[in-house]
Every structure is written in structure tokens, then in C-alpha cells.
């Protein structure tokens, strides 16, 4: 390995200030799997150069990789230098015929020792690195320590703001084996090194990202090097969005608990009243406030049992009857504008209907991708995954599987080792009321017998999930007498609220409150 504190390759993105990416070399090895779910559960994204001599033994790890949305980039198929481009092609397509189905649409490359600075149609790099600390004279016990390691990565990343880090999970066989040595010889600190070095990046202000995407290859060179993604994968770019968006709305709501959350006050538009989804609180709603216009005053409703213990609704109609009375508070009057995403869409729709009851005008019903059919089949209430539900809505990774054995002390855990995303101080009282706000809204939402309600209808569809967008439509004409409208959005219904999305949905969203707000004006007049 040289020396060289940095080596900026060809292809080595450039990361915005005061970001750090962390990417490891020569893997998959013995502590790769524990390394990614540590990763994972700190929330920070990684890229795994993959060495195909390695995946021999550890290939089974390229699951865990992914499951932990992690990158997997590609090393070689054997760890030497790459001694032409021709060379690397080869040593890069092999590599990548062994990772198979677990590699993204972004396939980014490192050739062995950072040598072989050349551009590889079908693949992203080569990637380089702006700091090291020597880790491999640890493994081999060349005298390096771990604080020294991190001392020197630290360093160099606040004298340049950022960068890329070049760690190692793993050692090439076709090294340690020549010299005599066994994997048992080899002193494999990369979880402990890791584990310091967050602590100090973090500690300097530093944010941990993903390697950003590449400028676009050109139509057609990929499939002639690289296998496509198993068809529906899912992209754990998207999922480390998610959850930095949900860490950015926790932040701004300011852990507000009042059933009626202020989100937007003032403007001269019809009030829009946002429905909460299973987990009960409003705050992904605040991702709103730069796409929707700013006469337009934004509300959200959210359950109760949070900030206080008291009784929970026993059904749709009642949880209904009471957010209805909740906006009288604020809107005394119709005609009522009503949104709702995922779970929150069908709470919405109940709230139009008991409106509708007490005789009063629904101006518009805004849905995003909430569906009133096969409520049997609402995701299951089984601990782990209410848990998990909870540990996202703050931006924490939801790392809960079936195989924890008391999955609500899994969650403490995971909450209180990861200060600063809001839930660290709340006592566990109110983290066990929110699984238990989350069952009653699964419990309610099941039991619903939706009826029929006469407004207009704006759907937002996530056209990644089913049933297709004439399904939808057709199964809200059951219940809406009114002019239904559908907009597609190019996402996954976890999604709708990340940039890309809601971009699309803001104004598509002000341009139908508009339309609602004229059409109620020329009734009136």
C-alpha cells in the first residue's frame, strides 16, 4: 500500500464540505458482517470494495452488506496492480460476475493499492481517498496503533473539510499467505478503529454520507460489463434518505405532542389539515412546507396517548369524531381540506366522512397512496416491527429483526448509545407509548367500515408499488362520489416524501387547493 496520505484518482467524487464517506478495502472478511450491522445501527452508509479472492470464503456477507444498506463497489478479482485498462476490465468483470445480484445500479471501483488510474466503461471510479491511517500495518503488526490510526485520519479530514477515508475490513490472501501468515496471525481492529473514528469525526462536527452518484456513463456500456440488479431491489440510497429526512423533520418539530400541531401559520389559502400515519405523530409533514404554497396555513393532527396517558380510540369513527372537533378548534367552519399519507389517507377519509355527517363541506380529500380495500392485510403488529417504525420516524436505523429476543429493550439500547436524534431523553414511559399508540392505529384502521363521501379527490400514486394506477382509481370510486384526479409520482410508497417526489407533489398539491379554493368562492358567489 502507499504511503501517500491522499490519492485522488481519476474518478474520485468530490464530497460537499464537512462530510466524510467511509470506505473499506479487501473484504468480505471475518468481522465484515458485525462491522455493517454497527454501521448500520449508527446510521452512517459505507462502500465495500469487494475482493473476489475474498469473497471465496466470505461471500455470504454480501448479504448482510446490502441488507445494512451498504454500497458494494468492486476491488478486484485478485489484489494485485492493474497493469493496463484492458487489465482492469478483466479483473473488474470477473470480480463483478462473483457479487452477482448484489450489486446497485452505481457500481463504483478501486483498483488494488490505488494504482491503474483508468476509466472502466460500465463502472464508476476508480475511486481514491483523502485520508488513511496506516490501519494495515495493524493487521500485520507492524507497530501502528488504533489511536494513532484515528489520529491521523482526523487530522487530515479537518485540514481539508471532508473527504473520502480508506479504511480495511479484511486482508488479501494472496498476501498474508505468501508471508507465512494465517487469518488467526492477522490483527483485525477495523470495528474497534471504526467505532473511534465516528466517535472523533462526530465530536469535530463532521456528517457521514454515501458516495455521491456519478456523472451518467454512457446508454449501453453497463450491460456489456456489469449484471443488472435483481429486478425490485430496492436502493439503499433511498432508504439512507428516508431516514436523514425523518431526522430533519424530528429535529424541527421540536418534539412537539399537542393533538393539533401547528406547521404552518398564516397565508390567505384553506387551512390543509394532515392526518397522521400509523405512528401517530405529524412531523414528516413539515417536509411539506417548501414545496406546498405559502398561502396555504398547514396543520397536523396527531394521536393521542403521546404526550400524556390517557385512553385511545377504540375505533375509526370515534378516532374520527375526535379530530373533527380537534379542527373546530382552528376552523370553526367548512368547506375542510384533509391530507393524509399512507394510514394517515385512511384516517383522512374517515374525518371527510364524519364532517359529511355534521353537514359540512369537504373542499378537497388529498390522499397519498392510502388504500381502503384489503384492510386485513395492514403490515402486522408484531413488537419488532412497531419498534421499528418508531426508531424511523426519528432518523435512527431501524435495526429490530424477528430474532431479537425483547425487541422493545433492543430499542433502548439502540436509542440511548445515539444521542442527538431526540429520542435519548424522553423517558421510557413515552417510547413504550408510542408502540402502543401504533397497535391501536393498526387495531382501528383493520376494523374501519368505510362508507361513501361526496368531494373531490386528489390521489398521489407511488408508482413502484401495486396495484396499478387504474386499480387504485378504481377501488377509490367505491367509496367517493366526486371528481376523482390521480397524480404519479416515480417513487416507492416509503418514499413520497423525499426531495425527487415531493417535488412533483407540492405543486401538483397548491395548484388543486387553488382550484378547490375558485370552485367554492363561484359557489358562494
Known amino acids: ?18 462530510c466524510v ?38 461471500g455470504h456477507v454480501l448479504a448482510t452488506y446490502r441488507e445494512c444498506g451498504h ?10 496492480p492493474f ?3 484492458e487489465d482492469a476490465a478483466g479483473e473488474l468483470r470477473r470480480c463483478a460476475e462473483r457479487v452477482g445480484d448484489y450489486l446497485g445500479d452505481t457500481v463504483w471501483f478501486r483498483p488494488p493499492y490505488g494504482k491503474g488510474d483508468w476509466p472502466v466503461p460500465g463502472f464508476a471510479g476508480p ?21 494513532a490510526c484515528v489520529e491521523a485520519i482526523t487530522r487530515r479530514l479537518i485540514e481539508r473539510s471532508g473527504g473520502i477515508v480508506l479504511l480495511h475490513d479484511y486482508a488479501a490472501s494472496t498476501e498474508f499467505t505468501p508471508a507465512g501468515l494465517t487469518e488467526a496471525a492477522l490483527d483485525l481492529r477495523v470495528i474497534e478503529i471504526t467505532k473511534l473514528l465516528i466517535e472523533r469525526l462526530r465530536g469535530a462536527g ?29 436502493g439503499a440510497s433511498e432508504d439512507l434518505k428516508n431516514l436523514r429526512l425523518f431526522r430533519a423533520t424530528a429535529k424541527a418539530a421540536g418534539g412537539v405532542l399537542d393533538v393539533v400541531m401547528p406547521i404552518r401559520v398564516g397565508g390567505d389559502g384553506p387551512i390543509l389539515f394532515c392526518a397522521p400515519p400509523m405512528i401517530g405523530l405529524s412531523w414528516c409533514y413539515l417536509a411539506l412546507l417548501p414545496h406546498v404554497a405559502p398561502r396555504y396555513p398547514l396543520y397536523g393532527l396527531q394521536a393521542r396517548g403521546l404526550r400524556r396517558p390517557e385512553p385511545l380510540p377504540a375505533s375509526m369513527r370515534e378516532m374520527a369524531r375526535d379530530f373533527a372537533d380537534q379542527i373546530r378548534t382552528v376552523q370553526p367552519a367548512g368547506p375542510y381540506h384533509l391530507l393524509g399519507w399512507s394510514l394517515g389517507g385512511n384516517i383522512a377519509f374517515a374525518i371527510a366522512e364524519e364532517f359529511e355527517r355534521r353537514g359540512e363541506q369537504i ?22 416491527m412497531n419498534l421499528n417504525l418508531v426508531l424511523a420516524q426519528f432518523g435512527y436505523v431501524p435495526a429490530l429483526t424477528p430474532a431479537d429476543p425483547d425487541p422493545e429493550a433492543r430499542m433502548l439500547e439502540l436509542v440511548r448509545r445515539r444521542p442527538g436524534l431526540g429520542l435519548e431523553d424522553w423517558p421510557d414511559q413515552r ?8 397497535k391501536n392505529n393498526i387495531a382501528v384502521a383493520r376494523a374501519q367500515q368505510p362508507g361513501r363521501v361526496r368531494c373531490p379527490l386528489l390521489l398521489f400514486s407511488a408508482v413502484r408499488n401495486e396495484p396499478t394506477l387504474a386499480e387504485k382509481l378504481d377501488n377509490w370510486g367505491s367509496f367517493v362520489d366526486g371528481p376523482i384526479e390521480a397524480v404519479e409520482l416515480e417513487c416507492n410508497h416509503r418514499y413520497m416524501l423525499l426531495p425527487e417526489p415531493i417535488a412533483k407533489l407540492g405543486p401538483a398539491l397548491s395548484e388543486r387547493m387553488a382550484r378547490a379554493e375558485a370552485a367554492i368562492t363561484a359557489r358562494i358567489v
Open 71 to 80: 454500497a458494494i463497489g468492486l476491488h478486484a478479482d485478485r489484489h494485485r
Open 1 to 18: 500500500m502507499d504511503d501517500g496520505v491522499q490519492r485522488l484518482l481519476c474518478g474520485t467524487p468530490e464530497l460537499p464540505p464537512h
Open 363 to 384: 373542499g378537497l380529500l388529498v390522499i397519498l397512496d392510502s388504500t381502503l380495500v384489503h384492510l386485513e392485510e395492514i403490515e402486522s403488529d408484531e413488537p419488532w
Open 431 to 438: 417510547l413504550r407509548a408510542l408502540q402502543r399508540v401504533i
Open 127 to 147: 475511486v481514491g481517498w483523502h485520508a488513511h491511517g496506516r490501519d494495515w500495518d495493524i493487521t500485520y503488526g507492524h507497530g501502528q496503533t488504533v489511536d
Open 83 to 85: 497493469r493496463s485498462a
Open 206 to 234: 463532521f456528517s457521514f454520507v454515501a458516495l455521491p452518484e456519478p456523472a451518467p456513463v454512457p446508454a449501453g456500456a453497463r450491460s456489456a460489463a456489469v449484471p443488472a440488479r435483481a429486478a425490485g431491489a430496492l
Open 21 to 58: 464517506a467511509l470506505t473499506f478495502d479487501d473484504g468480505p472478511g471475518p468481522r465484515s458482517a458485525a462491522l455493517a450491522r454497527m454501521l448500520r445501527d449508527e446510521g452512517i452508509p459505507a462502500t465495500f470494495f469487494v475482493l473476489g479472492e475474498s469473497l471465496a470464503r466470505y
